[in-house]
């Protein structure tokens, strides 16, 4: 059974420094790119970021690009998000989610989802 | 504003065939698959239709995707209360994934 299981979410001041895990279980998890995606309070989905399953290749959405960083250590089925200089508009439930086909990363299509976590960013 | 415009609200009546829209550009739906997604109150979003118009195994027969040209069409046959949610389309372009605003879908 996939499972992905976010953690590192929290309260953190305008100017801040956050990082967003997402441990993977249930695939072979260097078999497939890996996305983030987050949710502002009462708002739609926006997408953030997706690196492939060598980590070879990222994209990052316009609104995190120089701030955040997309990561992943592949011998601890884990997804990272670094995230810094955080601002107000930054608050949001993040997902991480499997992209569906092996090897792709330039694809929109995400299979499974994990259960979010909240990122307050508020002085 | 989102890349990819959808309606923010559909309703039906239980039984009745409802049709959601996602209008794109030639970067994003004119040149790539689309993606729907399905956001129950309070739960994370989960895949709907792949590849424009292939259901993952479990996605009821009900919901149906097609596309043509720069625009895609989420359809739902025999409307259930369980289907109250938000939809979102998906696609990507040049280098990005971009999403519809999403419609709410009401059963009244």
């Known amino acids: 059974e996939v499972q992905l299981v976010e953690s590192g979410g929290g309260l953190v001041q305008p100017g801040g420094s956050l990082r967003l895990s997402c441990a993977a279980s249930?695939?072979?998890?260097?078999?497939?790119?890996m996305s983030w995606v987050r949710q502002a309070p009462g708002k739609g989905l926006e997408w953030v970021s997706v690196?492939?399953?060598?980590?070879?290749?990222?994209y990052y959405a316009d609104s995190v690009k120089g701030r955040f960083t997309i990561s992943r250590d592949n011998s601890k089925n884990t997804l990272y998000l670094q995230m810094n200089s955080l601002r107000a508009e930054d608050t949001a439930i993040y997902y991480c989610a499997k992209v569906i086909r092996v090897t792709a990363v330039s694809i929109a299509g995400f299979d499974y989802w994990g259960q979010g976590t909240l990122v307050t960013v508020s002085s | 504003q989102s890349v990819l415009t959808q309606p923010p609200s559909a309703s039906g009546t239980p039984g009745q065939r409802v049709t959601i829209s996602c209008s794109g550009s030639s970067s994003n739906i004119g040149s790539n698959y689309v993606y729907w997604y399905q956001q129950l109150p309070g739960t994370a979003p989960k895949l709907l239709i792949y590849r424009n118009d292939q259901r993952p195994s479990g996605v009821p027969d009900r919901f149906s995707g097609s596309k043509s040209g720069t625009s895609a069409s989420l359809a739902i046959s025999g409307l259930r209360s369980e289907d109250e949610a938000d939809y979102y389309c998906a696609a990507w372009d040049d280098s990005l994934v971009v999403f519809g605003g999403g419609t709410r879908l009401t059963v009244l």
């Open positions: 249930g695939f072979t998890f260097t078999n497939y790119g």
């Open positions: 690196i492939s399953g060598s980590s070879g290749t990222t």
